[in-house]
């Protein structure tokens, strides 16, 4: 195998794995290198093999072209010179020709199918060069549309109106809208014999924050369907307003109300992956969940909802990050499944870097912005002003999300203080951990069931990779203290994502955690190993295949107000294309009052 036909195929995986497998920046780099050298060394071989001379093909004789020519032509002459000794000893010539053809017979024969042999294989080569070529050239054009999109296509003229956090009596609403005038809300109980009531009109937002805002309708009525429209009044419109986008949601039941509650779970989303060429990039595990959209009350969306650093790094100014939020809500799923269902939502890791741990280093500030512009200003009030953690309910369903990047330190060392670790090392921060402690307590008595969400798993089953660092396994001490609290509280679970890899997994507490993603990114293939009921831990359930998957919860406290029902389904694309569960638990609750 030449350097054209090596270098060729090693910029062909490099691509694929980055645009099929997993799209990482390490990759992404070794193949901005591995093309160039492919791309030289196929030209040059074409180049060469264009310029090469035409193969001699031997005659019937088994003479080259050139030299049989001029050997034939002496050969007539010396016919003519001899012709009388030819013809006295025909006999003789006769049987010596009839040996000659004999003996040359064979000769023909080897010399006329080597000699087509290598001319045929002599036009095949360029063809298959120029294919090669081609393939490269494709797939590479695939890659840098993958990679590069965000900066094509910026979304600068987006129009976001979605609903985030929906409590019994008001709801939050995200708008981007960046061609001014002035705007209105206006909103109706989802029936047509209902008029339509004006929550004001209120100026556009401004490019200070990219064009984005958050309003709220109040004194809303519990458990009712509502519709609500944004409009625009432009000075230079023909009517007097125009109708940019329109929502729906159900708002919660009243405070400590037996509900029945369906809300989606998951986390880790990129658009377009795996790749497909097109122009208009959608998130495919968005159009599966659309399919279960139609009763569900929310979706819990627990962080790596843009990937900052895969599989390149852009930069650390706000406009960097704003970008990517712009190319998730430019998704056509994305559009229809928030206009739709209303979406909450934690952060993680890849908001702003991987694995990140530093706190209020650089690039937090610049992350957090873009985050909050697009993400947090809809969700629930923190207790505390900017701050990412958060807690509500929904009818005697208690909720907790916590943030678990801003006020971790490095992970812990369990046999040193010394080293990369700090022994009794802390994810939540004194702070946020205080606040859960005062939740727990004031919710054990009032919420029939409570959900913890955190962006990354309790579970110790991951060991591959960054996990003993980056999960809940890297900080046991802070981990042990919080399992010897909830262990006391009934009917709670935790819900997690990060690992691209779902389980569900009974902690040695007794509460179980759902652990589920990606809803549309990769997944690791063949690489690293869960490891099922370690550490006093019980595993229920555990899946590493699919680019899809996304769990779907149902809680019904009205029943039996006194004992819940808990159903966790899991859902993936490789199982019915997404439209049955692949697996579905029935928690038992247990009384709790």
Known sequence: MDAAYATGIVHLFL????????????????DLVAFPA????????????LNQKQP???DAHGYSTASGISEQCADRSDSKTSAREMLSDQKATRRGQ?????????????????SSSSSNNNRRVPHMRLVMLATQLLLFAMLLDFVYRPLLTPGNDLTVFRPGYVSHDSARLHIRYSEGGKLELRYRVNDINSPWESAGKFNPPTKDTD????????????STKYIVELLTHQPTARTESVLLDSVEFKTAPGLHS??????GTGSCI?????????????????????????????????GDFIYADVPLYFGASTEDYRRLYRQVYMAKSSRHLMRKVPMLHVYDDHEIKNNWHNQEREPMGSAMTAYNEYNGLANPPPQLPGRSYYNFTHGNVAFYAWDTRRYRTRWEDSSSSVGNGVKGATMLGAEQKRDFIQWLSEVNHTAAVKFVVSSVPLTTGWSNFDSSQDTWRGYPTERSEILELTKYIPNLFFLSGDRHEMAAVELPSGNIEFSTSPISQFTFPLVGKFKRNINGEKTLHYRRPGH???????????????????????????????????????????PWV
């Open 98 to 114: 009839h040996k000659s053809d004999k003996l040359s017979e064979p000769l023909i024969m080897q010399n006329k199918p080597e």
């Open 15 to 30: 691509s694929s794995f980055v645009l099929w497998i997993v799209p990482a920046h390490l990759v992404f780099l070794a």
């Open 211 to 222: 064009f984005t805002t958050t309003s709220a309708l109040i004194n809303l009525r519990p």
């Open 548 to 590: 899809v998957k996304y769990g779907i919860i149902d809680v019904d406290t009205e029943s039996d107000p006194d004992v819940p029902k808990i159903k966790y389904s899991l859902y993936t694309t490789d199982v019915d294309q997404g439209r049955s569960p692949a697996w579905v638990y029935e928690a038992s609750g247990v």
């Open 38 to 49: 492919s791309l030289f060394f196929s030209l040059r071989a074409i180049v060469v093999q």
């Open 270 to 302: 990129k658009p377009n992956f795996p790749y497909r060429p097109t122009i208009s990039p959608d998130i495919y595990g968005f159009e599966s969940m659309l399919e279960h959209s139609s009763d569900m009350d929310m979706i819990m969306f627990m």
């Open 56 to 58: 001699q093909i031997a």
């Open 258 to 263: 037996p509900t029945r509650l369906r809300f």
